[in-house]
């Protein structure tokens, strides 16, 4: 069986405890928990007769008083760069977040990731700005960890970018 360190980045409150929990135990829970540091999770999928198990690094949100420790990145296979699309700026955060990171991942792959897509009316993030994220090389997903919808998705397409040749 084949291990891949995952890393979860992205500012505070943009649901990346949420997007594990809903892929690793199937569930939401409307209750915010911060996370401190880091909480580590597991998952076992198996792509194509492949057995993979993912070990999720679920790390603290960035933002003016907390910074993601580098160190916490090491031995990483991906990421998922996760950004509130309700909220602009953390888009802009989690940008900045791996520009800040990009030795430590670079030529580790990524997804980027939408949370709260359920959030429609509320929505923030102009379709421009993630077709022009698209062009620049980001492979970009909508998901809604509330719903499940497009989770289980973005985590896949990353899972088999780390088995592809």
């Known amino acids: 069986m084949i291990k891949k360190k ?3 980045l992205g500012t505070s409150a943009v649901g990346k405890t949420s997007l594990v929990r ?6 939401f829970s409307e209750q915010y928990l911060t996370t401190i540091g880091v909480k580590i999770d ?10 993979l198990t993912l070990v999720l690094w ?3 949100g ?4 907390q910074r993601v420790a580098a160190s916490y990145l090491r031995g990483a296979a991906g990421f998922l760069l996760v950004a509130d699309g309700t909220r ?4 802009e955060g989690a940008l900045r977040l791996h520009e800040r990171l990009h030795d430590a991942l670079e030529g580790v792959p990524g997804v980027l990731v939408l949370n709260k897509a359920d959030l429609t009316a509320s929505w923030a993030i102009e379709p421009a700005r993630i077709e022009a994220l698209q062009r620049e090389g980001w492979t970009v997903r909508r998901t809604s960890a509330k719903t499940g919808m497009g989770v289980e998705e973005a985590f896949e397409h990353l899972a088999r970018r780390l088995l592809a040749p």
């Open 6 to 8: 995952i890393c979860m």
């Open 22 to 27: 809903r892929y690793v135990q199937g569930f």
């Open 42 to 51: 597991k998952k076992t999928v198996d792509l194509d007769g492949q057995a």
């Open 58 to 60: 679920d790390l603290n």
């Open 62 to 65: 960035e933002d003016p008083f």
């Open 88 to 91: 602009r700026l953390t888009l």
